[in-house]
């Protein structure tokens, strides 16, 4: 024998409530968003197919929107470690000034250098965002993959961003082998080159892919570093290298365009193959550059006949060692100048999110024509408020969940609490 | 046949607690977002809150666009656009620096709105919790 809530008003009031809103849920199982009571294409065809159109528009914005707002975290993540990591290399900067004076000791000096490397590189690991990290590489923390793909229209294509240490320096494991700043010793270890160019670089006096490329030599430890210059204007940029890869020596190609490209350029377009190589490259005000890293020892430049190399004098570039003091504030001002181009890199990624971001704002009108098709966040803002107190009010005359038909989808919200 | 308290319990059961879930995801989300909109929060707090915010939206919307939510027409819509604006808000307090009042204000509103329920609902402690609907 059930008992009986008739006596009791306010339940026998919820009870109607519930059973109108049990109506409401099974009629609602045949009814489409725009309110007509549609359950197959074969009740009317046109309505089913408009319903289901904006129907999938919805979830796919909303799959858009999830998928921006994904490489919005992780972007920010990593902005915000970068961040963190150029006011260390500032830190950094100032001990390697201070190892040039004499009365300091150069081993408290080492153990606070290796102090602030162990925290660019934690910094780098920490930049991991549910498996993706843009700064490091998985060999060096548990990230399972470096490349960001957002999601950017309904139809699909995604925006990617590419792994930033590794675009720094193929080669690089953790974070400070990408700012080419990874063992660097105050106490003479460090050592770099700097190479002086004169008015008239005569790169493009020589005959690439002719008799000889003009090449320069970098050693670095026991390896040969070729950058072998190929003019694309003769040959299209598939002039064969003259140097033979092997062990010892590796060769990297540094296209130019001797009829359309300034001396600047070709100088800049060397500088991207250095770096791209894992040195570290400075450029001073006088246009001269300090290359750093990779125990790097001395530099030549010269041309490659049948793949011999003879250095010259007359390509317009001199080469002087940099140790010392100078080689160590040479290499924090090369990570600087990376860890900007990184988190300038950054910036451009976020940019281009909002644009995206202001672009589906396009794609809301067509579906709701309303706060959510505002592209002016100021004045969305407001009408958002405004809206929001309305639905406060429908809200408060409804017994039903708004995710009424997968309520327990929401309890994900509650995971790592 | 069921009898009207058997068909109470079910429904009521399910509605609140659906309800309640919102409730607590409302409630969780704006406690963060609050935190987070503290001066001198940490940049990791403040991510993490926006992208809960977002979430949370857009579980919603997914539902309101499915056939068959039980919502009425217009509070859909209303709650699709709000959800729209809410979700690209959260991405681009990401990534900006926004103010995230309007955030908070907005969800505290539907929030208010979830609390006032139309009508009382008993408590039974046997009640199942999650029984499907009759």
């Given at each position: 024998m059930a008992f009986s809530i008739n006596t009791n008003l306010n339940a026998l009031a919820a009870l109607q409530s519930l059973n109108q809103t049990q109506q409401a849920v099974s009629q609602a199982q045949n009814a489409v968003s725009t309110g007509k009571k549609i359950s197959q294409a074969s009740d009317n065809p046109a309505i089913f197919s408009i319903a289901n159109t904006i129907n999938a528009n919805i979830a796919g914005l909303s799959a858009v929107s999830d998928s921006l707002n994904f490489g919005a975290q992780v972007i920010q993540t990593a902005s915000s470690a970068i961040s963190n990591v150029q006011t260390v290399l500032q830190s950094l900067q100032q001990t390697a000034t201070e190892?040039?004076?004499?009365?300091?000791?150069l081993t408290t000096l080492q153990n606070q250098v290796n102090a602030e490397l162990n925290s660019i590189n934690q910094y780098g690991r920490a930049a991991t965002f549910n498996g993706v990290n843009v700064l490091t590489t998985t060999g060096d923390s548990s990230?399972?993959?470096?490349t960001l793909n957002v999601v950017q229209g309904l139809s699909g294509t995604p925006y990617s961003i590419a792994n930033q240490a590794t675009t720094l320096n193929g080669a690089a494991t953790t974070l400070g082998d990408a700012l080419g700043i990874t063992g660097l010793s105050v106490s003479g270890g460090t050592t770099g080159v700097q190479l002086t160019f004169d008015n008239n670089l005569a790169i493009t006096s020589f005959a690439p892919g002719g008799g000889a490329d003009a090449s320069l030599q970098l050693t670095a430890g026991a390896k040969t570093y070729a950058f072998e210059f190929t003019d694309d204007s003769l040959g299209g940029g598939a002039i064969p290298l003259q140097t033979a890869q092997n062990a010892t020596t590796q060769i990297v190609a540094v296209h130019f365009n001797s009829t359309t490209q300034s001396t600047n350029q070709i100088v800049g377009s060397l500088i991207n193959a250095v770096q791209n190589t894992g040195f570290g490259v400075q450029q001073n005000t006088n246009g001269s550059l300090n290359i750093t890293g990779q125990g790097i020892s001395a530099a030549s430049f010269g041309s490659v006949t049948g793949g011999a190399f003879t250095a010259s004098a007359t390509i317009g570039v001199t080469s002087a060692a940099l140790t010392g003091t100078q080689a160590v504030i040479a290499t924090v001002q090369s990570a600087i100048s990376n860890a900007n181009s990184i988190a300038a890199n950054l910036g451009a990624a976020s940019q281009q999110i909002t644009g995206i971001q202001n672009f589906t704002s396009a794609l809301s009108s067509a579906l709701t024509a309303g706060v959510g098709a505002l592209t002016d966040a100021d004045l969305a803002a407001e009408s958002a408020r405004l809206s929001s107190l309305q639905t406060k009010q429908q809200l408060a005359t409804q017994s039903l969940s708004i995710a009424n038909q997968q309520p327990q989808s929401l309890l994900s919200l509650f995971k790592n609490l | 046949m069921r009898n009207g308290a058997q068909r109470y319990r079910d429904i009521a059961d399910t509605t609140r607690s659906a309800r309640q879930t919102e409730i607590a995801a409302f409630a969780l989300v704006i406690r963060d977002l609050e935190n987070a909109n503290q001066?001198?929060?940490h940049a990791t707090l403040r991510i993490a809150a926006l992208g809960r915010a977002h979430d949370l939206w857009s579980l919603l919307v997914r539902d309101l666009a499915r056939d068959g939510n039980g919502l009425p027409q217009t509070l859909k819509t209303q709650l699709v656009d709000l959800g729209l604006w809410a979700m690209r808000y959260s991405t681009l307090a990401i990534l900006k620096d926004l103010s995230l009042a309007p955030l908070i204000e907005v969800c505290q509103n539907v929030l208010d709105g979830l609390r006032a329920q139309p009508v009382p609902i008993l408590t039974n402690p046997t009640a199942k919790s999650c029984a499907p609907l009759a």
């Open positions: 190892s040039g004076q004499t009365g300091i000791s990230a399972t993959y470096g | 001066p001198n929060a």
